[in-house]
Structure formats: structure tokens, C-alpha cells
């Protein structure tokens, strides 16, 4: 094993995977990806295990080598030729959730087989019972969007018209959908490019002798982090508040065992599935886990599927975590993901305290609308998400205003937003005293106004953590609920969605109409408090309140 090369090729392939994502936003339609940079790229080996991805989107990555395999399973690899385009976004078939559309491309070398180009990205309208693809109140993932079984959408370079015209139909705004899908597969006919070019540099024989080095060493790397981990068995406990339907809160419960240099996350003592659309499926399970560890061992090792070989997780059929067939399961990458990381993170603490950090707001705050714009005389719809609270960690204060642990997002600049929908943005900034407090306080949330401009406005919501608080470690205090509220044209007050149109959950809602002059207030949860308020320096206390932090 050559040290050198290796690093080299490690740095070239996430580079690749950078250049995709750079490409991806730059030709894009929509804000989620030219702004909110809602994606993730890759590359991916012979094997489908994941070699390289990029510091897009965390959520994506752990499941990346999973759907991958998923798509060969149906398309295998004697029925693919060169400039082939797969596209797969089943949830139930190995996917994450309906809105995220897995593109492949075989990468062939001489007519050799050498990996895949991979680009996932979260796709704003995918139809489904509202506009935006995320009801609050879905009970079956038929009323989530269309999905799209492992398909071509390109066969040697050319469209494959039925599949863009069945796709393009079920979608609310095809022109800009087709934008979408057209920088996806820019993305991966630019990573299949560069990885030619690497194969030519090092020659077929060593380039894929390097890239089972390079996971065959992240495997060691990752090995000898857990063997640093006391062994022993971590529990940990925590709860999605509601899931839209019922009023009722779901547990997720993980045990945590730690031998030697392995680890197996075990969520059986997890809740059964729910009604609601926040269960996951078994690829959000495996990427949720992945990320907490990640989040807990060194940066430098290597994101490839080397690093998962030491980490089983075991969530059996039926649970909160590995939902069965056809449940709602929107919610389960953007907000349970979210919980999912954050139990495994608690059950880790406990061993581990110097590397653990308290949650984050553990909620994207998801406002979905659409409504034909008056001034262009099209129909505009947007996911648009809010920066919440990071906790506080052993070192260093939460960051504020900062998308959660299973993304790496920017929210819409306001004159983007008002440019491009018909709202207007009365106010928006961080939200003093919302970070739990502690030897190192969480980060603040952030709370936004937002005027309606359009007549027939309809808008849904998601979000989670406005009853259960995120909690603090080692003493901190716990975040601030986050909250969403509405006030009408014609009332002087901000009330709940279930006082304003008798919805059983403030935070996950379907379809309310909205008129011109109503407004909606989102606010996001702070970060929890890592250790005891009583070490926290003075010359901290007193930068909080100098600079309006408390």
C-alpha cells in the first residue's frame, strides 16, 4: 500500500464529488438546490460501495451504498450500457424518502466496468396530496409523491421519452422539474468524466487496487476509534413529539454495544411505526446511525464504506426506524434521521463525554406552499427550511442559526425568497435565549415573519420539537421549543394551526389556505446546554449579554 497515492486518489475522488455538486447547483432550477444546496454526491466502486462523497447533505450518505445496490438489483449490470442514466427514488425499494431521486451512471473503461457516478437530490415538487411533497398529515406513501422504481432516463446517451413524460406529468411544476433533473445527470456525466480521467492517470489495475486500499484503511481507522471506546452496553432514549395523525409521541430507543473494535446499534426497544409520515425506512436507519458515529470519531477518516464495515445496526421490521410498506415516511430522513442521530449520540456520551455534544434543534422547520405568482401568472411552489440551534459541545458554545446534524444547508437570502414567491419577509433574526444553557450554551434558533401575497396560497408544515425540548448533557440546559403560528388579515393575534384550522399537530399540517396580508411566524428550536451553567466562564457570561445572546 502506497501512502501517498492513496491520499492523493482520497483527496481526487471527494474532489470529484465536489465538482459534481458545484455543477449541480450552478445548472439547477430551483432554490432547494442553487441555494439550499439540498443534495449529495459521489462515487461509487464495481461493488457499490461507496469510495468518495462530498460535505453536501449527511442524510445521503450513509444510505448512498444501499441505493445504489438497490438499483442494480433491478437493473443489473449485463443490461447497462455506456451513457446509461438510472434514476430511483422508491422508498420501499432501498430509497431514503420520496422527495430524494437517486441518479447513477455506470463508469466503463475500454468497455470495463469500473463504479458509478451518484448524484441524490431532493426534488421540491414531486405531487402527491400537496404541493411540495411533504403532508403533515399523510397516512400512506401513495399520498407522498410519485414514486419511481429503478429505471433508465437515459439509454446510451439518449432520453427515454416515456419515463421524463410519466415523471414530468405527476409533478406540479414540470418546467421547473425538468431544470432539476437536467443538472442531475449533468452531475454524473461530470463525475464519470473525471473518474476516466483518473483511471487513465493511474491505469485500470492500480486505480482499483488504491481504492480498495483506501477502504480497506478507513476500515482500520474506523476499527481502532471504536476500540478506543470503553466496551460495554449504551442506552439511550428519546421521542418524535407527534406524527400528525395521532396525538401521541413515539419513542426511539437504541442500545449501543461497544466490543473490542465493533459496534452494533440495536433500536428493537424502538416504537412500532405510525400513522403519520414520520417513519423511516431501513436505509435512514443505517445512514442516521453512520452519521452519529461519524459525528464522534475523527474527521480525517476517509467517508467510505470501509468506515461502516465495523458498524451493524440492527432495527427490525414494523419500527419507527425501519417502517413497513406503504407507510408515510416523508418525514423520516428530514426529521426522525435527525432523532435517530441523536439517541445513538446520547448512548455514546455516556462513554465517551469528551466527544459528545448536546442535540441540535433536531427539526428543519419544513414550509411547503404553492400558489400562482400574480406578477409572472405561474405556479410557484417551494420547500423552503429554517436554521435551528446547535448544542453546545465539550470545547465551544452551538452554533447559531444552523441547519441540523443530517444536513448541510443554507436557507433561502431573503431577496432570493421574495424574488422568487409571492411573500414578503417582515423579520428575521435569531432569537435571544433560546440556546440551552451550560459550561458551553447551545446556539440560538431563529424566528422568521413572512407576509402572503397570493390569494390561494396553500401551505403544509412539518417540524418536531415544539413539546419535547432538546436536551442538554452534562448538566446543560435544555434548547427552546421551536413553534409555528398564523395570524389572519383580519385578527390582531398569532394562534396554532390546530386553533386556526383544528389540525391535531401545531408542527405537522396539510393544506391551509391562505389570502393576501395572513402571515405565518416559524420559529426554530435552540441547541441544548453541554455542562453545568455554574462553570461557565464570566467572560462568556458577559460576552452573551453584551452581544444579545441571552
Known amino acids: 500500500m502506497n501512502l501517498v497515492d492513496m491520499n492523493i486518489v482520497d483527496r481526487r475522488l471527494k474532489s470529484i464529488a465536489e465538482e459534481m455538486g458545484i455543477v449541480l447547483m450552478k445548472t439547477s432550477y430551483s432554490t432547494i438546490f442553487n441555494e439550499g444546496r439540498d443534495f449529495t454526491c459521489g462515487v461509487a466502486d464495481e461493488s457499490c460501495e ?10 445521503q450518505v450513509g444510505g448512498m451504498p444501499l441505493v445504489v445496490s438497490s438499483i442494480i438489483k433491478e437493473i443489473p449490470l449485463s443490461e447497462m450500457d455506456e451513457g446509461d442514466v438510472m434514476i430511483h427514488n422508491d422508498p420501499f425499494r432501498g430509497g431514503m424518502h420520496t422527495p430524494e431521486h437517486t441518479l447513477i451512471k455506470p463508469v466503463f473503461f475500454e468497455g470495463e466496468f469500473f463504479g458509478f457516478s451518484v448524484a441524490i437530490g431532493h426534488i421540491a415538487e414531486v405531487g402527491g396530496m400537496v404541493p411540495g411533497g ?128 465493533k459496534i452494533v446499534a440495536d433500536f428493537s426497544r424502538t416504537d412500532n411505526q405510525s400513522r403519520g409520515p414520520i417513519n423511516a ?189 432538546p436536551w442538554g448533557i452534562g448538566g446543560g440546559g435544555e434548547g427552546q421549543n421551536g413553534s409555528v403560528l398564523i395570524r389572519r388579515n383580519s385578527s390582531p393575534d398569532f394562534v396554532t394551526a390546530c386553533e386556526d384550522s383544528n389540525k391535531t399537530s401545531a408542527s405537522k399540517f396539510n393544506r391551509i389556505g391562505f389570502r393576501k396580508g395572513d402571515q405565518i411566524s416559524i420559529s426554530s428550536p435552540g441547541g441544548g446546554g453541554y455542562g453545568d451553567p455554574q462553570d461557565r466562564s464570566a467572560e462568556h457570561r458577559a460576552r452573551d449579554k453584551d452581544e444579545g445572546w441571552v
Not at 50 to 59: C, I, V
Not at 374 to 393: I, L, Q, S
Request: aromatic share 8%; net charge negative; glycine share 10%.
Open 50 to 59: 461507496l469510495l468518495a462523497s462530498a460535505d453536501f447533505q449527511p442524510a
Open 134 to 261: 411533504f403532508p403533515g398529515e399523510a397516512t400512506e406513501v401513495y399520498q407522498e409523491g410519485l414514486r419511481v422504481p429503478p429505471v433508465k432516463i437515459q439509454a446510451r446517451g439518449k432520453d427515454v421519452e416515456p419515463v421524463w413524460k410519466i415523471m414530468l406529468a405527476n409533478h406540479r411544476t414540470p418546467r421547473q422539474n425538468h431544470g432539476d433533473f437536467r443538472a442531475l445527470i449533468s452531475a454524473v456525466n461530470r463525475g464519470e468524466s473525471r473518474i476516466l480521467e483518473l483511471i487513465r492517470e493511474y491505469g485500470p489495475d492500480r486505480y482499483r487496487e488504491i481504492c480498495n486500499d483506501l477502504k480497506d484503511y478507513a476500515e482500520r481507522r474506523m476499527r481502532a476509534e471504536i476500540a478506543s471506546i470503553p466496551d460495554g452496553v449504551y442506552s439511550f432514549e428519546d421521542y418524535m413529539e407527534d406524527d400528525g395523525v395521532t396525538d401521541q409521541a413515539y419513542k426511539i430507543a437504541v442500545d449501543v454495544y461497544v466490543s473490542q473494535d
Open 281 to 469: 425506512v431501513l436505509s435512514v436507519a443505517w445512514s442516521a446511525t453512520y452519521n452519529a458515529i461519524l459525528h464522534l470519531t475523527d474527521p480525517q477518516i476517509p467517508r467510505n464504506s470501509g468506515a461502516f464495515r465495523p458498524i451493524k445496526i440492527v432495527a427490525p421490521p414494523g419500527k419507527l426506524v425501519n417502517a413497513d410498506f406503504p407507510a408515510a415516511e416523508v418525514g423520516g430522513n428530514t426529521e426522525t434521521h435527525i432523532r435517530i442521530c441523536h439517541t445513538v449520540v446520547g448512548a455514546l456520551g455516556q462513554a465517551i463525554p469528551e466527544r459528545a455534544f448536546a442535540p441540535d434543534g433536531g427539526t428543519h422547520s419544513n414550509f411547503l406552499f404553492g400558489a400562482t405568482d400574480e406578477r409572472t401568472g405561474n405556479y410557484a411552489v417551494c420547500y423552503d427550511f429554517t436554521g435551528a440551534g446547535w448544542g453546545g459541545r465539550p470545547v465551544a458554545d452551538g452554533h447559531n442559526a444552523t441547519n441540523c446534524i443530517n444536513g448541510n444547508s443554507r436557507m433561502n437570502p431573503v431577496e432570493v425568497f421574495e424574488t422568487r414567491f409571492p411573500w414578503r419577509i417582515e423579520s428575521l433574526g435569531l432569537i435571544p435565549g433560546s440556546g440551552g444553557d451550560g459550561e458551553y450554551r447551545g446556539g440560538l434558533g431563529v424566528n422568521k415573519v413572512l407576509t402572503c401575497l397570493s390569494d390561494d396560497m396553500e401551505v403544509s408544515f412539518m417540524s418536531d420539537r415544539q413539546k419535547i425540548a
